[in-house]
């Protein structure tokens, strides 16, 4: 089997946990634990990424070989491997958590690759760390499934994000209580290889500092610009002002990607934020179906939506916000930190601006333009309209004699569909009068609308539909999954089925509509 190279300078740049026991504790003036992946019974690969394998050096051989199972489900160790689980903090639903951690994460090491880029390696659902808490460490198939799924969906969506390498079956049983109502239930367990080059988050940083470590927090924030921002040049606080104005900017750009595609996170927390400004974390996540500003797909933020749809630009702001006090040790004065937070909001609105025109086929977005966005996000919330399926269906749209018909499959609702004909029918006649007057073509228009508008989108039903196959002992929906995201924004004759509206069995099904953290 291909044996990367690795060169763990995590590990060797900052200080670790010199206690080599793994048990619960708080660990301090520390970044990292070394920690062993707990074996399990019977590893199996029920799928894996070609792409990510391909980039890391691994052929289909490879893949197919019992090792690689082995490996990737932590019952071994390749040469060079140093498995660990890094310490870290975070704000969870806008209260500090104190000490967090990798509960159920190990990292592997740092892969080289052969351009010299690095991509970290590490396990959900390996067993416990000292920073599992009351949990055990391990994963479900059913969690594993959505997050090997969705990270590889987000990335060919253009979206910033952490790649996944394998899906594992451990061969063993998990006990979860879904929704943490006293009905815990035995369900497969899982391993996903995640993939991303460097798992730092928000939280790495809050916690030296609130716990008054500057100079682990400088050494951290040294380490962090040295290591994945190389093209970042000159010392002290003008340094550290343009790293973090690029980790706002970073921010911004992710979040307007979601905002596009119709993407709900579902716990933004400041532990689950990359300072890469990737998409990382897929727990509770969610896609739009019937347009709605206020929907969040968490369970455990249905009462306070604090982290609903319309609400992530807000709360990616408040969380750089934490991210600047967490920073503020390394400065004299706060102006360079505020900048940093301006330039989020500067390049959100340049970000969505952008991501309008696309959405709309416009070759640019005037003020006008945001209007006429806001004004059909409000019809198609109050008309009960599927968010994916009007926007691509849109490019079909005559701007010399604007209907509807193209658009009746985007209704969830007859009854809201007449009612809203008027009010929609009035705005699609403003579109094409905006269209009529663009500066693009009619093929170029409708290439820019595809471009932006994905056909396919990783809706909760349709992982749902590979799990429940998964359960049943047929893993074969992942892959085909998987190969339909692959493509979002191609046709894709006879997959069709794909890219249909939420089917009404899926309306109040758990896993569909109601996720939880552990989901």
């Keep these: 089997m291909h044996l990367p190279s690795f060169d763990n300078r995590f590990l060797r740049s900052l200080p670790g946990d010199p206690e080599p026991r793994n048990f619960i504790r708080q660990v301090r003036a520390a970044l990292w634990s070394a920690v062993a992946p707990a074996p399990v019974a019977a590893p199996r690969l ?231 400004g990737l998409a990382i974390d897929y727990g509770p996540y969610g896609w739009i179906d019937a347009y709605d500003p206020d929907w969040t797909p968490n369970t455990t933020d249905a009462t306070g939506r604090r982290y609903r749809f319309g609400w992530q630009p807000r709360v990616a702001n408040w969380n750089l916000g934490q991210l600047a006090r967490a920073l503020a040790p390394l400065f004299t004065d706060a102006a360079p930190l505020q900048a940093g937070l301006d330039r989020f909001g500067a390049a959100f609105a340049a970000a969505d601006r952008d991501d309008t025109a696309r959405k709309l086929g416009l070759a640019e977005c005037g003020d006008a333009d945001v209007a006429l966005l806001r004004d059909l996000h409000r019809l198609l919330h109050a008309h009960e309209v599927d968010m994916t399926l009007w926007f691509r269906a849109l490019a079909d749209i005559d701007p010399r004699a604007p209907s509807l018909a193209p658009l009746e499959h985007a209704f969830y609702d007859a009854g809201k569909r007449t009612a809203g004909e008027a009010g929609l029918n009035d705005w699609l006649a403003r579109y094409a009068a905006r269209v009529r007057e663009d500066a693009l073509s009619v093929d170029g228009r409708r290439a820019r609308m595809h471009a932006a508008n994905p056909k396919f989108v990783l809706r909760n039903w349709l992982a749902q539909e590979a799990i429940d196959r998964a359960h049943a002992g047929d893993m074969a929906g992942i892959g085909e999954l998987l190969a339909v995201m692959r493509r979002p924004y191609e046709e894709q004759p006879g997959n069709e089925r794909f890219a249909g509206k939420r089917p009404d069995w899926a309306k109040d099904r758990a896993g569909c509509s109601m996720l939880s953290c552990s989901s």
């Excluded at 500090?96 to 080289?112: K, N, P, T």
């Excluded at 900017?249 to 532990?271: I, Q, Y």
Aim: charged share 20%; net charge negative; hydrophobic share 40%.
């Design 46 to 276: 029920l799928a894996h990424s070609q792409e990510m394998a391909a980039e890391l050096g691994f052929s289909e051989a490879d893949v197919s070989s019992p090792e690689f199972a082995r490996v990737f489900a932590g019952n071994a160790l390749l040469p060079g491997m140093q498995p660990f689980a890094s310490n870290y903090g975070g704000h969870q639903f806008g209260h500090w958590a104190g000490q967090l951690g990798d509960g159920r994460a190990i990292s592997l090491g740092e892969a080289v690759l052969a351009d010299g880029q690095r991509r970290e390696l590490q396990l959900k659902g390996a067993g416990p760390t000292p920073y599992s808490r009351s949990a055990d460490g391990r994963a479900v198939l059913r969690s594993s499934i959505r997050e090997f799924l969705c990270s590889e969906a987000m990335h060919h969506l253009g979206i910033p994000t952490t790649r996944a390498l394998s899906l594992v079956g451990t061969g063993e049983g998990v006990v979860r209580d879904m929704f943490y109502d006293g009905h815990p239930e035995v369900e497969p367990g899982a391993i996903v290889c995640r993939v991303a080059p460097s798992f730092l988050r928000f939280g790495h940083f809050e916690l030296p500092s609130q716990r008054g470590d500057t100079s682990l927090l400088q050494a951290l924030a040294d380490f962090c610009i040295a290591r994945d921002f190389p093209h970042l040049r000159g010392r002290g606080e003008p340094l550290y002002a343009d790293w973090f104005a690029e980790v706002c900017e970073r921010t911004a750009r992710l979040v307007a990607g979601w905002m596009r595609v119709g993407f709900v996170h579902g716990v933004l927390n400041t532990d689950n934020m990359s300072i890469l």
